[in-house]
């Protein structure tokens, strides 16, 4: 196959490695399994640049990026409905997508498994035509991105210390945000702290990402509590992946989910793959089954979780008073 490689400079990971030793080392393995390859370190406002160009190109099989999960995310919207194959290098933080795919998150691992990996497809899923691989939110997980980006961390330690401050902050002062959401047919008008949907249903047992990428199916949490101790105790569940028996939870599946978002304030309420935009008056959120095609370990097995959810319609939905 013939490969081309951006790697996020000043990313995560990155921004603290020998990118030039790093280079060699994914060049030399990828040649060892007999692809063509070549690699490029952009900085700054380079890398969308970079990227998009690579996204572009007829001549290439594989797209491999390097960097935390907005640079993956960022990739996955350029490559959806193109032949072009994305493979995830995981240098960011949390890297919910390469866990997804089953990609080591050690790099030396993780480049010797996609050197001799495959090609796969897998869902993606857009809002009002924006894609996503992980997750699109409103409500407390734009709050909790908004304290963030307010605080100072210079290392990737750093980064998990202020999103614990910033969960903190969050649960302190909770947004209360007034939904009307179509789902399965079904209209519902919520006051919720939080909703959250997922590209595939969020697996157990781990942090929040889908065990399933070709699950067909959005994940679809409702926040049903305004109690701030009751709140805090459901954002621990999901971080620790044993959100399913929380009775502070609605959970639902569907291919398709449209929402109206009534509340004054709409800049920096949405949060799509970790990074803040504006919320519309209306969303629409729709799952793209196999649209994306992904370089995955030689292989890898998804796991098939037509998975049970704790409610079926929106009737078990309470409005936060």
């Not at 063509?36 to 969308?48: R, Y």
């Not at 996955?76 to 493979?87: C, D, E, I, T, Y």
């Not at 050197?115 to 409500?139: K, L, M, S, W, Y």
């Not at 459901?234 to 992946?241: D, E, H, M, R």
């Amino acid at each position: 196959m013939k490969i081309h490689v951006v790697l996020n400079a000043d990313g995560g990971t990155l921004r603290t490695m020998d990118l030039d030793a790093l280079k060699q080392t994914i060049e030399s393995e990828f040649r060892l399994h007999g692809h063509e390859i070549d690699t490029e370190l952009p900085h700054g406002s380079e890398l969308g640049e970079a990227i998009e160009k690579a996204a572009k190109r007829d001549d290439i099989d594989v797209l491999v990026v390097g960097g935390g999960d907005g640079t993956v995310s960022s990739a996955a919207g350029k490559l959806m409905g193109r032949h072009v194959a994305l493979g995830v290098l995981p240098a960011g933080t949390m890297n919910l997508f390469a866990r997804t795919l089953q990609i080591p998150l050690q790099l030396p691992q993780a480049i010797a498994a996609l050197a001799e990996g495959e090609i796969a497809e897998v869902d993606i899923a857009t809002v009002n035509g924006r894609p996503f691989v992980h997750q699109f939110a409103v409500g407390m997980h734009a709050r909790m991105v908004r304290i963030r980006e307010r605080l100072n961390y210079g290392s990737k330690v750093g980064k998990v210390l202020a999103s614990w401050r910033a969960i903190f902050g969050a649960v302190r002062r909770l947004p209360i945000v007034e939904l009307e959401v179509e789902l399965k047919g079904e209209t519902k008008r919520l006051k919720t702290p939080a909703l959250a949907i997922s590209n595939n249903l969020y697996g157990e047992g781990h942090l929040p990402y889908a065990d399933d990428p070709q699950g067909g199916e959005l994940g679809i949490y409702i926040c049903q509590t305004t109690d701030r101790l009751a709140v805090a105790k459901l954002t621990l569940a999901i971080l620790f992946g044993t959100w399913r028996n929380s009775p502070s939870l609605g959970v639902y599946t569907a291919d398709r989910v449209v929402f109206d978002y009534r509340h004054r304030h709409r800049r920096d309420r949405a949060v799509r793959d970790g990074e803040l935009e504006d919320v519309e008056v209306r969303s629409e959120v729709v799952l793209h089954k196999r649209a994306l095609k992904v370089l995955v370990p030689a292989g890898t097995k998804f796991q098939q979780t037509a998975a049970e959810v704790k409610v079926a319609t929106l009737e078990g939905a309470s409005a936060a008073p």
